[in-house]
């Protein structure tokens, strides 16, 4: 069965990796990118079954004008990758209400008006997936990465709610939670205008670990995300959430023991009386001037 793709945030790493990797298995993909130039090596391989387009997917224009593409080119889409995004390093207390915008603007927004644009094709045809790419940082808070957080657990949110509202129009719905992986996002996230020295040793670790990503030996390859990404649409029993890279899953069990310890000491704490020393206690009443 011949695909017919759209996936975002081509230009580099994972999802330039995907788009050539369903190119070459045969399948047709509307590869879109800012600076689409940067394509240009795929399309002069695969020159029937690529077509690089340019999308800032923050641009509701642009994005009604990509998918028209599609049909357009294609006659369709039965798959669509929402895998642009961008990074924002700086605390929560750095982070201004502007830049924390633009940052679900890019991770949650953009993700949520591209499907609601492809939905009406894939209900038509009875059949459809659609991929957010999130990250392990979907799932857990790390120092420093609170607007990416952010966004990412609210992408993970939506589609898991986007999954039940779907299934019986035949199409499927998966987040995959990429770990470390040898790409240019560490080393081309934007910082918070307003650092304060304060949080320097909280984060530095976080962000050095960041920067370093593309010459990390021990991270995975995009080559890698790409083949698993095929795996999923391919399969019919793939679940819902599917974390990719090696270090992913250490860090998602790691993060599931402490989500278990934690809702035992929740229920503890709600059930221990000695937690409740005010339970009983006479109302106080106020003094004059107190309101």
């Not at 047709?28 to 800012?34: I, K, N, W, Y």
């Not at 387009?53 to 369709?76: I, K, N, P, S, W």
């Not at 961008?86 to 915008?101: M, N, P, Q, W, Y």
């Not at 094709?121 to 999130?134: E, K």
Request: glycine fraction near 10%; include cysteine; charge should be negative.
């Amino acid at each position: 069965m011949t695909r017919r793709w759209l996936v975002t945030g081509c230009s580099s790493g994972l999802g330039r990796a995907l788009a050539g990797a369903a190119a070459e298995a045969g399948d047709l993909v509307v590869a879109t990118a800012r600076r689409p130039a940067t394509m240009q090596d795929l399309t002069d391989r695969y020159p029937d079954r690529i077509s690089a387009v340019t999308l800032d997917v923050c641009d509701a224009e642009q994005c009604e004008a990509v998918v028209a593409h599609a049909v357009d080119r294609f006659g369709g889409v039965d798959v669509l990758v929402n895998n642009a995004g961008a990074g924002l390093f700086g605390a929560v207390e750095e982070v201004s209400d502007d830049e924390l915008r633009a940052q679900l603007e890019v991770l949650t927004v953009a993700p949520w008006r591209l499907t609601r644009l492809v939905l009406p094709l894939m209900r038509r045809q009875r059949f459809g997936h659609v991929v957010n790419v999130s990250s392990i940082a979907g799932r857990m808070g790390l120092p420093g990465l609170s607007a990416y957080v952010t966004g990412k657990y609210a992408l993970e949110g939506m589609s898991q709610a986007l999954a039940a509202e779907v299934a019986p129009f035949g199409i499927r719905v998966h987040a995959v939670e990429p770990g470390g992986f040898a790409t240019h996002y560490g080393t081309s996230l934007a910082e918070a205008a307003g650092r304060i020295q304060a949080y320097a040793q909280i984060t530095g670790d976080v962000e050095a670990g960041l920067r370093g990503m593309p010459g990390n030996l021990a991270l995975s390859r995009p080559e890698v995300f790409a083949h698993h990404v095929l795996r999923l649409v391919a399969s019919p029993t793939a679940p819902l959430r599917v974390p990719i890279g090696e270090d992913a899953y250490d860090f998602l069990e790691a993060v599931e023991a402490a989500a278990r310890a934690e809702l035992a000491a929740a229920h503890a704490f709600l059930h221990d009386p000695a937690e409740h020393p005010g339970e009983h206690a006479a109302p106080v009443t106020p003094t004059v001037g107190e309101q």
